[in-house]
């Protein structure tokens, strides 16, 4: 009996249609969220959305849920060999940083947490 007849059987989404998608790993959702949770408690960012496409993995990250993202973390691994494969986009769409290490992208948004005590 084949089992694709049988009318009571769905088979699982082929996972042939998400072979190709770019997508963050753990250790990099990880590092993002880190200082997603250290803005969103300074009352900086309220809200974000993550996107992954074929070419790129965005992470969005919202003053409000209204409006445009504030900051996007883009993950366009075809930038991997020319100027690095992480970009830190502003509200306009300008590249504010790029680089190879996430850390490092990440760095100018650590800088804005940073306050001084008396």
Request: glycine share 6%.
């Amino acid at each position: 009996m084949d089992i694709r007849q049988d009318s009571n059987v769905a088979l699982f989404p082929s996972q042939q249609k998400y072979a190709h998608q770019t997508v963050l790993d753990r250790k990099e959702i990880s590092a993002i969220m880190n200082v997603y949770g250290r803005m969103v408690a300074a009352g900086m960012w309220r809200d974000y959305a993550i996107e992954f496409a074929k070419n790129t993995a965005i992470f969005a990250a919202y003053r409000r849920a209204s409006e445009r993202p504030e900051y996007r973390i883009e993950k366009c691994p075809a930038m991997q060999a020319r100027q690095g494969q992480w970009a830190l986009k502003g509200e306009q769409g300008q590249i504010l940083k790029r680089g190879h290490d996430l850390s490092a992208v990440l760095a100018p948004l650590e800088r804005k947490l940073i306050k001084l005590v008396d």
